[in-house]
C-alpha cells in the first residue's frame, strides 16, 4: 500500500513532468508512466461545437488532445494545494494554470483550476492516474487558446 509520502511525491513529480513532457508530441512518451492506457478525462468546459462536459476515454486520445491543443500555447501548473487520501487512492488539487505564447513566452492566460484525481496501484507497487475530472472557474478564457486543428 503506497503511504502518504510516496503518493504526494507522485503527484508534485506529475505537476512537474506534465509542464515539461505533456504538451509536445517528441516528450508525451515520458507521461505514459502517469495515466492508465483507459484514463477517464473529464474537462468542465466546452470546446467550440462541441459537448459539456469535454470527455476523453483513452490515454492515447487524452495525449492527442493535449499534443494538438498546446501547438501555439504551453502551459505550466502549479500546485497551490494538494491533498491526497492514500485509503481511497484520490487526489484533489487546486492549481495555479498559467498559459504562455510559444514564440513569444508571453503569458496570455493565469487562471485557478481544480484537479480531482482517481488513481490505482500497479502490479508493481507504483501509482497511475485512472481518471481526472478538470474545473476551471474562467472557461471561456481558458478554452480560446485550445487550436484543435
Known amino acids: 500500500m503506497v503511504n502518504y509520502d510516496q503518493f504526494m511525491d507522485f503527484m508534485k513529480k506529475y505537476f512537474e513532468d506534465y509542464s515539461q513532457y505533456a504538451q509536445d508530441e517528441a516528450t508525451m ?13 473529464t474537462a468542465y468546459f466546452q470546446l467550440e461545437g462541441g459537448d459539456y462536459p469535454f470527455r476523453m476515454t483513452t ?24 491533498m491526497v487520501d492514500t485509503r481511497q487512492l484520490k487526489a484533489t488539487s487546486m492549481l495555479k494554470v498559467v498559459k504562455f505564447d510559444r514564440k513569444t513566452d508571453k503569458e496570455l492566460v493565469n487562471l485557478d483550476g481544480i484537479g480531482y484525481y482517481t488513481l490505482v496501484e ?3 507497487g507504483n501509482l497511475c492516474i485512472k481518471s481526472l475530472d478538470f474545473f476551471t472557474g474562467d472557461a471561456s478564457t481558458f478554452t480560446k487558446l485550445y487550436t484543435m486543428k
Do not use: A, S
Open 29 to 41: 512518451p515520458r507521461m505514459d508512466k502517469y495515466w492508465t492506457e483507459d484514463i477517464q478525462v
Open 59 to 82: 490515454r492515447r486520445e487524452w495525449q492527442d488532445f493535449l499534443i494538438k491543443g498546446h501547438l501555439t500555447v504551453w502551459e505550466n501548473l502549479q500546485p497551490i494545494d494538494l
Open 122 to 124: 500497479t502490479d508493481e
